[in-house]
C-alpha cells in the first residue's frame, strides 16, 4: 500500500478523537439536560482514554477509563439522584468568560507554537532526566513497567501527596454529607438492618437479565481490579486503577441489587477505615525504611538486597493506594446513596 | 492462490461487513421514529458489527494471543451489551415512553 503510512493513519485517528471530543465538550455547553451531559462528560473521557493509548500512554488512559468514564459519571448520577435533572437558564449572558476564554485559548495557541515538535528525541522533557530513569529504572527496581517504577519508587513522595489528596477530597464529602445526616440522629448505615430488598431503585431489582449479567460480571471485574493491582509493575496498572476499578465492582452490586446488600459485602465502618488506612500503609512503608536505616520511602534496605527490596516497597505502597481509593470511593458512593434513602423516608413519614 | 491469500481475502470480506453492519447500526440510531427502535439498531452495531470485525482481525492475527483477546473482547460485548440495552430499554418502559406503532401514525394511513 503505498501514500498511506502508519503516520498519516496516527495522525487521522488523533484529528478524529479530538473532533469528537470538541462535539462532546460542545454538547456539554449547549445542553439543559444534566444526565445528557454527565452521560457526554462520560463519552469525553473515554475519548480522551482513547487518545492517551493512541500516545502509548496506557497507565494514564486506564486511569480516565476507570475514573473519568467510570465511577465518576456512577457518583454524578447519584448526584442527580438528589437534584433537579435540568439546569436552569443562566439570567445573563456570560461575555466576560467568553472574552476571557477566548484571550487564553489564543495565547495557549500562540505559545504552542514554540513547543518542540511532537515526539521529538531532543525536546526538553526527553532530555532533563528521562534517560536516567529509563537506563536506571530496570536494574534498580527490576519493575519493567518504568512508569509504575517512577510513580511508586522513585517520585514516592509526589505519589504520597496523592494519595493524601484522594484522603483530603474523601474527608471532605463525608464531612459535608455525613455532618448533615448526623444532625437528624446518628450516622446511619444507609438501612442495614432492612431487607436487602428495601433499597436500589425498584425498576432495577425486578429485572432477572440486569442480576444475572451482573453475577457473571462481578467476579471478573473484581479479578481484573486484582490483576492491575499485582501485575502493575509488569503491565499498565497499579493501585489507583485496580482501586476504581473493585470499587466500581462494589457499585455495580450496589445498582443491581441494592446499597443494603452492597454493604454486607463491603460494610460502612470498613469502608470508613480504609479511607485513611491506605495513607497510612504508604507513610508507614516509608517509616519503616528510616528504621531499617535508610531514609523516607527508601525501599532498598528493606530486604536482603536492594532489588527486592524495591519491590517490596513497590508492593507495599501501591497497596496502602489501592485501600484508600477504593474505600474513599464507595465511601462516596455510600453517602450519596444514604442521603438519598434518608429524603426518601423523610418524605414518607410526613 | 495460497492459504494466506483465501485467509487474507476472509479477513478483509469480513472487515469490510463489520464495518457495514456499524454504518447500518448508526444509520437505524439516527433514523429511526423512537428509542426502542434506535435501541435495536444501536444493538446491531454491538453484536455482528464487532463480532465481523474481531472476527476479520482475528483471521488476519491467526492463532496468537491477539486473537484470544479479540475472542474475550467479544464475549465480553456479548455479555455485557445485550444486557445494557436491555436495561435502557426497561428503563425507558418504565420511565413512561412507549413504543410508536404503525396504529399511531395516522400520517401514514392502515397497512396495505
Known sequence: MTGVTSESIVLFVNTALLLLMCAAALGVVRLRNLFAVVMLGGVYSFLMASLMVALDAVDVGMTETAVGAGISVVLMLSVLGLTKTREAAPRHRPLVALVVSAVVAVSLLYASGDLPPFGDPAAPAHQHVAPEYLARAPVETGAPNIVTAVLASYRGYDTLGETAVILTGGIGVLVLLLGARRRRGGVRQGGAGESPEGTGAPMLRDTVILRVGAKILLPFILLFALYVQFHGDFGPGGGFQAGVAAATGVVLYALVFGVASAQRVAPVRVVLVMVPLGVLIYAGTGLAGMLAGGNYLDYSVLAHDPVHGQHWGIFAVESGVFVTVSGTMLAIFYAFAGRRQAREEEGAGR | ?112
Open chain 2, 1 to 112: 492462490m495460497s492459504p494466506d491469500d483465501i485467509l487474507e481475502i476472509a479477513s478483509g470480506a469480513c472487515l469490510v461487513l463489520g464495518a457495514a453492519f456499524v454504518v447500518i447500526g448508526a444509520l437505524g440510531l439516527l433514523r429511526f421514529p423512537d428509542l426502542f427502535a434506535r435501541v435495536h439498531a444501536a444493538s446491531l452495531i454491538d453484536t455482528l458489527g464487532i463480532g465481523f470485525l474481531a472476527l476479520g482481525m482475528g483471521l488476519h492475527a491467526g492463532w496468537s494471543q491477539v486473537s484470544l483477546k479479540l475472542g474475550f473482547i467479544v464475549a465480553l460485548v456479548g455479555l455485557t451489551s445485550p444486557v445494557a440495552t436491555h436495561a435502557l430499554a426497561q428503563a425507558a418502559l418504565h420511565a413512561g415512553e412507549r413504543p410508536v406503532l404503525r396504529s399511531d401514525r395516522r400520517d401514514e394511513g392502515p397497512l396495505p
